[in-house]
């Protein structure tokens, strides 16, 4: 398999150096295609300007559409599948894809290959059965369906859960040829019913043995396999550094291939005999079209980690080529409360990309948090999203946390799980991320890792007394002082009587050094698309089938809204891989591995 420099990638010289350099380099490559795209081709071809839009552009700048490159095109590919983006989902089409015997192209935009995500939910693998647990998929469904207000499409939500499982059993099949295997977090917050969660475990692979704590997991290991299974087929390629800036379509509006510009400067065009897959990982990177679909919480996030180059070229892609656009997904965004803001005046608040490259990762640790007035203002044990959001509504959209010298047995007790956990345990996922965030295993490690290299960075204040921990922070003293002496007598009673958290997640601010951390969100995806049918083809206002041309990944609407579901530990990847697997499914012919009759009653495969 080729890479952007012309040389085979190798998995193990890869794994080797990703240990020297960490995760974060790797974190470089996330979209698929960028730039402005505009759809034609010469001779029989017509462009999606001249087709039936569905949607009118509005003229902004990130809705422009380009005038065509067709009459540029130096040269032609022929092949049957095109995959726009080289990400976790695009991947995965397109592997499955050529195990069914399709020739693919895959075209990347970047150099590499998503490296750091990981986590996949699904329901009933394999795996999950051997461990003995069973998922109420049913449940799942309507859960996910009013965690989203009805804002979505059931049968979507459904495919996911009933294949989640098959895939993931697809996925360590492929896995364990490269001596890699998946294995399945079982860990969750603690004292709460067994049916608190209800897809309460995710998978994540990794490279066995499993060490205690810091191996590199997910799509850090996965990845290269994954270009090695697809080379194998001999029905498959990647080409880097290769951006698409156009779909061809014909005469009744088919898509059958994608214009792209090259390394060198050329046009390609790449003619799909069975269909384009658009999988350019969402619009994180494009602030205009953000804010005009309704994404204003990226404006209190100081971290964009993961936006480069997903500038929404896919969505912008089908839209021109007539496809609907989830409009109603307003707000949905994926957000850790994990940003921090460790530079003077707002850090960065209200612009993209954020003012400030640092992450606190125990931010979403439910220790006090106050606002910019010195007052407790809500019930710390939240999910990610749910502490983000009702932090950002204090004054200024941004929030302190506040803890001492007790952290390390702190975060012991309170027993978070899926990303925000911060302690190692043999039963979970001890993944070492972006380089330098680690489940730790004890006080030492733990103030290596996370308490010194944070204080020294400028991400934590430390001060010896609480007076001078308001000072630093720049808080009305008084008030500040008040507010901690009130939380500190709800722990001793062992009921919050004023915002009601848990009582194991109570822990007394009392013992000197205290810190403090300057807090806002940190944005990681967008959740909003392009709507699409059981095939996973595109479809248009009256929900026809835009022929040839098929979504995956963060450019598939119609699965989320409002709020990133985060109870589901990995439900982001699990869907785009999930779908993904599927939409290679749909383009080869195959049957899904679990049909779904009220999908396929929508989309009229079956006679009612």
């Not at 896995?175 to 608190?196: A, C, H, I, R």
């Not at 809500?378 to 959001?389: L, P």
């Not at 489940?439 to 204040?461: F, H, K, M, T």
Request: charged content about 20%.
């Amino acid at each position: 398999m080729e890479q952007g420099n012309g040389k085979a990638i190798d998995r193990r010289t890869f794994l080797a150096g990703l240990g020297a350099t960490g995760a974060l380099a790797a974190a470089g490559a996330l979209a698929g295609c960028t730039g402005g795209t505009a759809d034609a081709a010469a001779g029989s071809t017509g462009s999606a300007s001249a087709q039936t839009s569905g949607q009118t552009t509005t003229g902004a700048a990130w809705d422009a559409q380009p005038a065509s490159v067709a009459s540029q095109v130096s040269s032609t590919e022929d092949h049957e599948i095109v995959v726009v983006g080289g990400g976790n989902s695009g991947m995965i089409c397109a592997l499955e894809a050529a195990q069914l015997g399709g020739d693919v192209i895959v075209l990347e935009q970047t150099a590499g290959n998503t490296m750091w995500a990981g986590d996949i939910d699904a329901c009933d693998s394999q795996i999950q059965k051997d461990a003995g647990l069973t998922m109420d998929k049913e449940f799942a469904i309507h859960d996910l369906v009013r965690y989203a207000s009805g804002k979505c499409d059931e049968n979507l939500i459904r495919l996911w859960a009933y294949n989640s499982g098959p895939f993931v059993d697809w996925y360590q099949k492929n896995l364990q040829t490269k001596g890699l295997d998946v294995m399945l977090d079982k860990v969750k917050k603690q004292f709460y019913p067994d049916n608190f969660y209800n897809t309460n475990v995710y998978h994540t692979a990794y490279q066995p043995p499993m060490q205690e704590t810091a191996n590199h997991m997910g799509s850090e290991v996965a990845m290269p396999a994954m270009l090695e299974l697809l080379a194998e087929t001999g029905k498959g390629a990647v080409n880097y550094n290769t951006t698409v800036v156009e779909l061809v379509q014909d005469s009744t509006g088919k898509v059958t291939g994608v214009v792209a510009k090259t390394k060198d400067g050329s046009y390609v065009q790449y003619n799909a005999k069975r269909g384009v897959v658009l999988a350019t990982g969402g619009f994180l990177g494009n602030k205009d079209m953000m804010d005009e679909l309704g994404m204003v919480s990226h404006k209190y996030c100081t971290n964009h980690t993961g936006g480069d180059g997903r500038n929404g070229d896919g969505i912008k892609l089908a839209t021109w080529a007539g496809a609907d656009r989830d409009t109603s997904c307003a707000g949905s965004m994926l957000i850790f409360d994990r940003g921090c803001i460790t530079t003077g005046g707002d850090g960065g608040l209200g612009v993209q990309g954020g003012g400030n490259p640092n992450l606190w990762w125990p931010g979403s640790q439910p220790f006090l948090r106050v606002n910019s007035l010195g007052k407790r203002f809500s019930n710390e044990d939240n999910t990610y999203d749910f502490e983000f959001n009702l932090s950002a509504q204090q004054p200024g959209h941004f929030w302190w946390q506040v803890f001492d010298s007790s952290s390390w047995d702190d975060v012991v007790n309170f027993g978070t799980t899926i990303c925000s956990r911060v302690v190692a345990n043999p039963d979970a996922k001890n993944c070492l991320l972006l380089g330098k965030f680690y489940p730790c295993r004890n006080a030492e490690e733990w103030n290596s890792v996370y308490i010194q290299p944070n204080v020294d960075a400028g991400v934590l204040i430390k001060a010896d007394t609480l007076d001078e921990l308001a000072e630093k922070m720049g808080l009305p003293k008084d008030t500040f002082l008040a507010t901690v002496k009130r939380y500190n007598q709800v722990t001793a009673s062992g009921e919050d009587t004023d915002f009601h958290k848990a009582p194991w997640r109570l822990s007394a601010i009392d013992q000197g050094p205290f810190y403090a951390a300057k807090m806002a969100g940190w944005a990681l995806a967008t959740l909003s698309g392009i709507h699409v049918n059981y095939d996973f083809n595109a479809i248009d206002e009256e929900g026809n089938p835009i022929e040839g041309l098929y979504m995956s990944g963060l450019d598939v609407g119609g699965f989320f809204n409002g709020n990133y579901p985060q109870l589901y530990g990995g439900l982001c990847m699990g869907r785009c891989t999930t779908l993904g697997w599927l939409a290679a499914h749909a383009i080869m012919g195959q049957a899904y591995p679990v049909p779904v009759e009220s999908a396929q009653l929508a989309c009229n495969r079956v006679k009612a």
